[in-house]
């Protein structure tokens, strides 16, 4: 995901409608995308703040999410369990289809991580 432009350049930007100028004929002169300029004078008209948009899914609201203690008390009981064994404990107890993919990356944002020991054996933090 991109990062948002500066305080200051669109502090410039509207700056430049602002006197006069066309909010093409700033973004021109700001080295930014008309797009920009024209929905941020936009956006500053309708709710007077220059802030960016937040950006991304806002927490809690993903397909996991409501089964999260089920996921982690899962692990926590068995702390070996692969993936694809998870996806189908919770296909099959809540009728939920994910791929395993996307549960190893929910629980590594869950702050649970799947490391090689110094023996060479894998093991999960808790």
Do not use: W
Request: aromatic share 4%; proline share 6%.
């Amino acid at each position: 995901m991109g990062r948002s432009y500066s305080m200051d350049l669109r502090q410039r930007v509207v700056a430049r409608v602002a006197g006069g100028q066309s909010r093409r004929g700033a973004a021109d002169d700001l080295s930014v995308s008309p797009s920009f300029s024209v929905k941020l004078v936009a956006r500053h008209v309708r709710t007077g703040s220059l802030e960016p948009a937040p950006q991304g899914r806002p927490l809690g609201t993903g397909k996991l999410d409501p089964y999260r203690a089920f996921l982690i008390g899962r692990v926590k009981e068995k702390p070996d369990i692969t993936m694809p064994e998870l996806a189908s404990e919770l296909a099959a107890r809540h009728g939920v289809e994910i791929d395993p993919a996307s549960l190893s990356r929910f629980l590594c944002k869950a702050g649970l991580s799947y490391k090689k020991n110094a023996a060479g054996q894998r093991a999960r933090s808790l």
